[in-house]
């Protein structure tokens, strides 16, 4: 007999109650919000970081930015890991919500 699958909360993994939308991820706004201030922290600094390397080369190349924001992945990654939740929303996911709210351009036809 197949196993059923069982949702958990992204944040505590505490099992989703039956009666919880099929879109639930989180038990509660407690986790949600302890989930986006995580994710909304660690972006901040990742943002600047991602923008020097994009359009102020020779200052990136100078302090290492990619190793360093490597660095810092491989430690957000460990402290996740350790506390057994998820780190990160899939990039289909994120993609699909950005184009889905017009954040990001959809592909042109003759691009794809
Ligand atoms: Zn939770």
Redesign the pocket.
């Given at each position: 007999m197949p196993k059923k699958t069982v949702r958990c909360?992204?944040?505590?993994?505490?099992p989703l109650g039956e009666g919880c939308k099929a879109s639930a991820v989180?038990?509660?706004i407690?986790?949600k919000a302890k989930w986006n201030n995580r994710r909304k922290n660690r972006g901040a600094d990742l943002y600047d970081l991602w923008m020097t390397m994009r359009y102020d080369r020779d200052e990136a190349k100078r302090l290492e930015v990619w190793k360093e924001m490597c660095r810092l992945s491989e430690g957000w990654r460990a402290e996740d890991v350790e506390q057994g939740i998820k780190s990160f929303e899939r990039a289909g996911v994120v993609i699909t919500r950005l184009k889905d709210t017009g954040r990001l351009a959809r592909a042109r036809p003759d691009r794809i």
């Open positions: 909360c992204r944040e505590c993994n505490t989180f038990c509660g407690p986790c």
